[in-house]
């Protein structure tokens, strides 16, 4: 809104020809997401806490967690109406993929808040029944990818890390590999929200790469010269990504540990739908394996624990997902989750580097 307000003027007034740069509106989408989730925190918080909506805690978890039950959640609201709303006010609106991130975002989040409300109801730690969670997950994120493939005209071409001249056409069956992206990256992100501060960390780091890269792909001399896909018009999720990042690190501020808000499913589904999504409208799938890689061996822990299990009768893990491993190790909290920020930047500035070696 802001962009449209404000560039129109920039024929009479020389200062508004700032608004035309994505960089400069990337900065203040993440300045405004912060400042709203500054504003609205504490409000937030206690109007959960008035309303006993806390954190509901699985029996079977460690027994070091019981102590967090009644923490409030839903704390993801927050991050996603200041994701939302810095986006409305800093991004091009005429543009299809910022509207699509941002669709992505609602439809997961509505997903992840019917979830959270059926815990709060009942009283315990199981919400939405796992077939119709996913099954809704993948209605959305079908509808993203059709729209994508049929409105965006999108490449059906993989891009592949360190190959410039590799890149399968899948045809429709790209539609199959979107929806394995976004699912997959939302429910990664999901299982990593186990700790104060777990997921959240990697999320902001993972959405500074992006940040990044959504500039590039948007770029068409700097994808040339780096031989990637050039997406037109995709530098204007540089803003989503900008604004994801300031809702990222001002929910942080009230996650970290001890937390006095979790985010539940409803910020860490639409979280890391956006993410799935922002990687294959800017063809780059196959980073956000490597950048998010926290979240990745994450998931792999509990399929690897599950089919273990289910096979051999035998845990391959002490508990899954792989935090829990760690905790009934030993591991304080603090020492895991900082240890795994860690990790986040190290992949992260991994994935950066294979934009240039092709």
């Known amino acids: 809104m802001l962009y449209h307000l404000f560039y129109s003027l920039h024929t009479d007034f020389a200062v508004f020809n700032v608004f035309r740069y994505i960089t400069f509106r990337t900065i203040y989408a ?30 079977e978890g460690p027994k070091s967690h019981q102590r967090k039950a009644g923490t409030p959640t839903m704390g993801g609201l927050l991050m996603v109406a200041s994701l939302l709303i810095a986006t409305l006010l800093w991004a091009d609106l005429r543009n299809g993929y910022v509207w699509l991130a941002m669709a992505t975002v609602v439809g ?27 099954g809704l997950q993948v209605v959305v994120a079908l509808a993203m990818g059709v729209l994508l493939m049929t409105v965006m005209h999108a490449s059906t071409q993989l891009n592949l890390p360190f190959f410039k001249s590799i890149q399968p056409n899948l045809g429709w069956w790209y539609l199959f590999f ?29 959405t500074v790469a992006f940040t990044i890269v959504t500039y ?25 990504c900008g604004a994801m990042l300031g809702a990222c690190i001002g929910f942080l501020w009230y996650n970290t540990y001890p937390a006095s808000v979790f985010m539940g499913d409803v910020g860490s589904l639409p979280l890391g739908g956006a993410l799935g999504a922002v990687a294959v409208m800017t ?6 394996v490597l950048v998010g890689g926290i979240f990745v061996a994450e998931a792999l822990s509990v399929i690897f624990q599950v089919a273990s299990f289910k096979s051999r009768g035998k845990r391959i893990f002490l508990m899954a997902p792989l935090h829990h491993h760690f905790e009934l190790k030993g591991w304080a909290e603090p020492q895991i989750v900082v240890r795994f920020w860690i990790i986040a930047v190290v992949l992260a500035l991994m994935s950066l580097s294979t934009l240039k070696l092709r």
Do not use: H, W
Not at 283 to 288: I, T, V
């Open 108 to 134: 997961f989040g509505a997903i992840g808040f019917a979830d959270d409300y059926l815990k709060f109801i009942r009283r315990r730690s199981e919400g939405l029944m796992p077939r119709y969670k996913l």
């Open 178 to 206: 979107i929806l394995l992206v976004v699912v997959g990256a939302s429910n990664a992100v999901n299982l990593t929200d186990g700790l104060d501060g777990l997921a959240i960390g990697p999320l902001a780091v993972t």
């Open 283 to 288: 063809k780059q799938e196959f980073l956000l």
């Open 216 to 240: 590039v792909v948007g770029n068409k001399k700097f994808a040339d010269y780096l031989l990637i896909p050039y997406v037109e018009g995709s530098g204007e999720l540089a803003i989503f």
């Open 30 to 59: 993440i300045v405004t997401a912060l400042a709203i989730s500054f504003l609205c925190g504490p409000p937030l918080i206690r109007l959960l806490q008035r309303y006993q909506i806390g954190q509901q805690i699985r029996q």
